[in-house]
């Protein structure tokens, strides 16, 4: 019978503060990416997530990402059912050495952040009671099966796909959906042609970022689960790739635009942490200097995919989640290292991890467009023309951000 360790306890409650600190640290750094007008809204997308999805959590989302498996597909929704066999004593099957209910509150804080990163990509553009439906059903219908089928034992954690902290689970489900959500929604429609959506306030996306990246060290260095060399590991290489990642994208962006920019330089920090979280506990330190660099490339250039399509993805939700996602799980076939994990990089890798990636992709974006068409059949999903003018804080919610 598995027994609890008081260290790696404590390591795990404090990684599950870290990581309930990074939804909050998300409502600063979208509230200051986005207009004056609509602050308070995006950030109140990000908060109330945390209410709604720990009511899902406890009510049969943690049984169906993590319960006994039905088929490889889903976890049994009756055998965790409001934290029914979740207790102090561990998990033979997940973090033995830490009680399985520590394990229920850190995977809730993941479950918590992954829809709030959408909202970044539909800023400006969904009303609140639409958003609500589709946060529901979109954790139930993506979140959960995709849990499942990489962390909870389902198929393709049967055929191999690694995902250490979140890349594929995380990164490429939200990334993905936002990719829906801005094609099925459209542009903006209170921004001339050609003109720049500025960020309201840099020092608060500042915030938001430090904020980010602090409790970024329990994002990936608690998938070890233990206060060990593997979380050390990951905890380094973590840092390693933002740091990485935020000098590339401030290069890039002093060649392009002829000047480095501060907004670029966050933007660029959040998405090499995002490219490391999959391969941060599975590749040597020197590797995530290239994963680093190259995650700031990819999702630097991704940009001419947005623009050529015109995808309105305000907070450029896809290009820094969802494709630093995809680099970093697939850069696990290239860089694992048996001596930091199980996991040896190798072609047969690679094309594993390009499978996992295209099904949690392709299943993200599928799901969530049925999501956004089956709601909008019982009411407008998008604000209207004038309460987008007039800003979504003052039409939805009767607030605003700033009395100057």
């Not at 909202?119 to 400006?124: E, Q």
């Not at 907004?263 to 680093?292: D, E, F, M």
């Not at 991704?302 to 820094?320: N, P, S, Y």
């Not at 390009?354 to 993200?364: E, M, N, P």
Request: with cysteine.
């Amino acid at each position: 019978m598995p027994v609890a360790d008081t260290g790696d306890t404590a390591f795990i409650l404090f990684c599950t503060a870290l990581v309930c600190l990074m939804t909050p640290g998300l409502a600063f750094f979208y509230g200051g990416l986005v207009r004056r007008k609509n602050v308070l809204t995006i950030m109140m997308q990000s908060f109330i997530s945390m209410g709604v999805i720990a009511v899902i959590w406890i009510f049969g989302g943690f049984s169906l990402a993590f319960g006994p498996s039905v088929n490889g597909i889903i976890g049994d929704i009756s055998y965790h059912f409001a934290l029914d066999k979740v207790g102090a004593a561990p998990s033979p099957d997940y973090a033995s050495t830490v009680p399985f209910i520590l394990f229920f509150a850190y995977q809730l804080m993941f479950a918590i952040i992954t829809p709030a990163l959408i909202t970044g990509a539909f800023a400006g553009r969904f009303n609140f009671r639409g958003y609500l439906q589709f946060l529901v059903l979109w954790m139930i219908l993506v979140y959960l099966p995709a849990c499942h089928w990489i962390w909870g034992g389902g198929f393709l954690a049967r055929l191999g796909v690694a995902d250490f902290a979140g890349g594929i689970v995380i990164h490429v489900s939200a990334g993905f959906a936002a990719l829906a959500t801005v094609m099925f929604l459209g542009p903006r429609d209170d921004i001339a042609p050609g003109e720049k959506a500025e960020p309201n306030n840099l020092p608060l996306v500042a915030v938001g970022a430090g904020l980010l990246w602090f409790g970024w060290f329990g994002f990936n260095a608690g998938g070890a689960y233990a206060a060990d060399d593997l979380a050390s590991y990951a905890f380094t290489n973590t840092t390693i790739s933002g740091s990485i990642a935020m000098l590339v994208w401030m290069l890039l962006d002093w060649r392009h635009e002829r000047r480095p920019s501060f907004s670029g330089v966050l933007v660029g920090a959040v998405a090499g942490l995002a490219t490391i979280t999959p391969a941060a506990g599975y590749v040597p330190p020197w590797a995530a200097i290239v994963i680093g660099a190259a995650g700031a490339a990819v999702c630097y250039f991704a940009k001419c995919v947005q623009e050529r399509f015109r995808f309105d993805d305000a907070l450029e939700v896809w290009r820094a989640h969802g494709m630093g996602g995809v680099t970093g799980a697939l850069l696990i076939g290239v860089f694992a290292s048996k001596s930091i994990n199980a996991v040896e990089a190798s072609v047969e890798q690679f094309f594993i991890q390009l499978l996992g990636i295209a099904v949690v992709a392709i299943w993200s974006f599928g799901v969530s467009w049925f999501i956004l068409k089956f709601i909008s059949r019982y009411g407008p999903i998008r604000v209207s023309r004038d309460q987008e003018l007039r800003g979504l804080d003052e039409a939805l919610h009767g607030e605003s951000a700033y009395r100057l």
